[in-house]
C-alpha cells in the first residue's frame, strides 16, 4: 500500500492525502512572501496520522461527531455503534469506523483538475451499522486556482447513520509557527448548539457574546470565559448557517502575520468549530506533542447527534436505502 498521494498545481499548492480513511493529511500554500509551508496540524509519523484518535483531516464515517450512548434507532429498530471501552458515546464513527480503514485509491488530470479519488465499500453491521454502504472520497485540486473542492458521495442498500466531515486541524500561520488564538474567524451563523458536560448539544439557541462570529474576531477572544470553558474547555460546538451552498460563504480564517485566508463554502448546513481543546501524546509537525489551541478545526457536516435529538426534525444523518449522499466542501486559500 502506498503511504500518501500527493498532487500540486500551478499555484504552489500542494495536497497530501492517506488512504487509510481517506484522509486529508496536509496542505501547504504560499504566504505573502511566497513561502510554501504547511496550514495543517498533522503528526510527523504517518502511522500517527493514520491511527490517531485525533483524526487528522479524516471524514470521520460513518457518522462524524459523537452519537449518544453511542446507539440510534431506524425504523423502530436500535443499532448499538462499537466504541471505544472507555468512552460513554461513540464518537466520529466508533473504534470501527471509516477513520481507519484502507480505501481504494486512484489519480485523475485534466484541464482543471487534479483528482484523487478514494473507494470503500463498509460492509452490513461493520461498526454496528446497518446495510452495506459504498463510499467515495474525492479530492479535486483546481491546476490554476489555489482551492480544494472535497465531495463526500455514498449509498447505502439499507437505511443507515451517514454524516462526513473534514476534520482537518487548520492553521494558517505555516508549519505551526504560532497557536490559532490570534487568528481571524468569520461565521455565517446566527445560531448555535449550547452543548453539556458530554459535549453533545441540548439544544439551538441564538448565538451571544461568546459564540458570535458573525462579525469576524480573534479565536481567542472570548475563547477563557467561564461558559466557552465550563464543558468544551474552548470551542467544541456545532453552528448552524444561515445559508449553504456555491453562493454563500460559510466560514472563514484568516492570519494577518501570515496573510494566508481561506474562504469555506459548503453544501451542509452545519459546522463545528473545535479549537483543539485536549492536548494529545502524538507528535505534530511543531517536533513537539499536540498541545491545546494549536489548530481549529472548521467541520462541515450534518448536525451532530441528529438522530437522537428531539430539538432536530430533519434528521440528515439518516440515508435512506436506495438515496444518494452527496455533499462538497470548498477550501479557497488567498492572500490578504
Known amino acids: 500500500m502506498k503511504q500518501t498521494y500527493s498532487i500540486k498545481n500551478n499555484k504552489g499548492m500542494t495536497v497530501v492525502c492517506s488512504p487509510v480513511g481517506a484522509g486529508l493529511v496536509d496542505i501547504i500554500v504560499p504566504n505573502k512572501y ?12 504517518i502511522n500517527d496520522y493514520n491511527y490517531s484518535y485525533c483524526y487528522f483531516g479524516k471524514p470521520t464515517g460513518r457518522t462524524a461527531g ?12 436500535k443499532y448499538l455503534i462499537n466504541k471505544r ?4 458515546h461513540a464518537l466520529h ?3 470501527e469506523g471509516m477513520a481507519f480503514k484502507t480505501f481504494s485509491a486512484e489519480i485523475k488530470e485534466d484541464d482543471t483538475f487534479n483528482t484523487l479519488i478514494f473507494k470503500y465499500s463498509s460492509p452490513d453491521g461493520e461498526g454496528g451499522y446497518p446495510g452495506k ?6 479530492y479535486k485540486q483546481y491546476k490554476n486556482e489555489n482551492k480544494l473542492l472535497i465531495l463526500h458521495d455514498a449509498c447505502s442498500d439499507k437505511t443507515t447513520l451517514c454524516n462526513f466531515t473534514t476534520h482537518a486541524y487548520f492553521n494558517l500561520s505555516g508549519d505551526c509557527k504560532r497557536d490559532i488564538l490570534d487568528q481571524v474567524l468569520y461565521i455565517n451563523a ?7 458536560e458530554n459535549v453533545l448539544a441540548t439544544g439551538i439557541f441564538e448565538v451571544n457574546e461568546n459564540y458570535d462570529f458573525m462579525t469576524p474576531h480573534n479565536i481567542g477572544k472570548y475563547i477563557e470565559t467561564k461558559e466557552c470553558q465550563e464543558y468544551a474547555r474552548g470551542y467544541d460546538n456545532p453552528f448552524v448557517l444561515n445559508s449553504v451552498g456555491r453562493g454563500s460563504v460559510s ?3 484568516s492570519d494577518n502575520t501570515s496573510g494566508r485566508c481561506v474562504k469555506i463554502t459548503s453544501s451542509y448546513e452545519c459546522m463545528v468549530l473545535y479549537t483543539t481543546c485536549y492536548p494529545d501524546d502524538v507528535v505534530v509537525n511543531t517536533g513537539k506533542p499536540l498541545t491545546r489551541y494549536l489548530g481549529c478545526c472548521l467541520e462541515m457536516q450534518h448536525f451532530p447527534n441528529a438522530c437522537n435529538a428531539e430539538f432536530i426534525t ?3 444523518d439518516i440515508l435512506k436505502k436506495g438515496d444518494k449522499y452527496s455533499e462538497f466542501v470548498e477550501y479557497d486559500f488567498t492572500i490578504e
Do not use: C, W
Open 85 to 88: 471501552k472507555i468512552n460513554k
Open 251 to 253: 466560514a472563514f480564517l
Open 66 to 77: 459523537r452519537i449518544e450512548n453511542g446507539e440510534f434507532t431506524i425504523e423502530g429498530k
Open 314 to 316: 430533519d434528521k440528515k
Open 133 to 138: 454502504l459504498d463510499v467515495i472520497i474525492t
Open 190 to 196: 446566527s445560531k448555535y448548539g449550547k452543548v453539556d
Open 34 to 45: 511566497g513561502k510554501k509551508e504547511s496550514v495543517l496540524v498533522h503528526p510527523l509519523d
Open 93 to 95: 464513527g466508533g473504534v
